[in-house]
């Protein structure tokens, strides 16, 4: 009878790694999203301060948003180094971006209902907590993967 090795990238691994690629497609998709609407016609009426559609807070709200999705295609980035070194970093910084990732949906999820001109057509038009749900979900399911792991534990030491 031969014993099963969980040692290198495999099983559950490729499916966490096909998570982390597209998170990182999304979350350069939505870089590019936020730059056409920075330099559109319609974003410079509304920050205008001149202008009767004028937000205060979507100009820094929006500079935020794409600077914290910058920050977490970089950091897949080093994840998916690290992945690929088997370093003990991968298990840490993947950690990391797990708890970031989610901690950032819920902060996303209370400048959208602190948003007061936006009228309620909007919110019913989308799932505003369909992020903080989905990052929920990813957290249950990848953080006690990651940290329980007999693989991710003999393969990133």
């Known amino acids: 009878m031969s014993r099963k090795s969980y040692v290198g990238f495999g099983g559950w691994l490729v499916l966490f790694a096909a998570s ?9 998709l939505s870089t590019l999203d936020n730059y056409s609407i920075i330099i559109s016609d319609e974003f410079k009426l509304i920050t205008d301060p001149d202008s009767e ?7 820094p709200s929006l500079i935020v948003d794409t600077i914290l999705s910058l920050f977490i ?9 690290f992945c690929i070194r088997h370093s003990i970093w ?6 990391i971006y797990i708890i970031s990732s989610f901690i950032i949906q819920c902060l996303t999820l ?3 209902l602190g948003i007061h001109f936006m009228p ?33 534990k003999n393969t990133y030491t």
């Open 20 to 28: 982390l690629f597209v998170q990182f497609i999304r979350l350069l």
């Open 53 to 59: 559609y004028y937000n205060s807070s979507l100009y």
């Open 73 to 81: 295609c970089i950091m897949i980035i080093f994840i998916i180094y």
């Open 90 to 95: 991968f298990k840490k910084l993947s950690v």
């Open 110 to 112: 209370f400048w959208l």
């Open 120 to 152: 309620e057509e909007f919110y019913e038009e989308i799932n505003i907590y369909q992020g903080v749900i989905s990052s929920l979900a990813y957290m249950l399911i990848w953080l006690p993967y990651l940290l329980i792991s007999k693989r991710v």
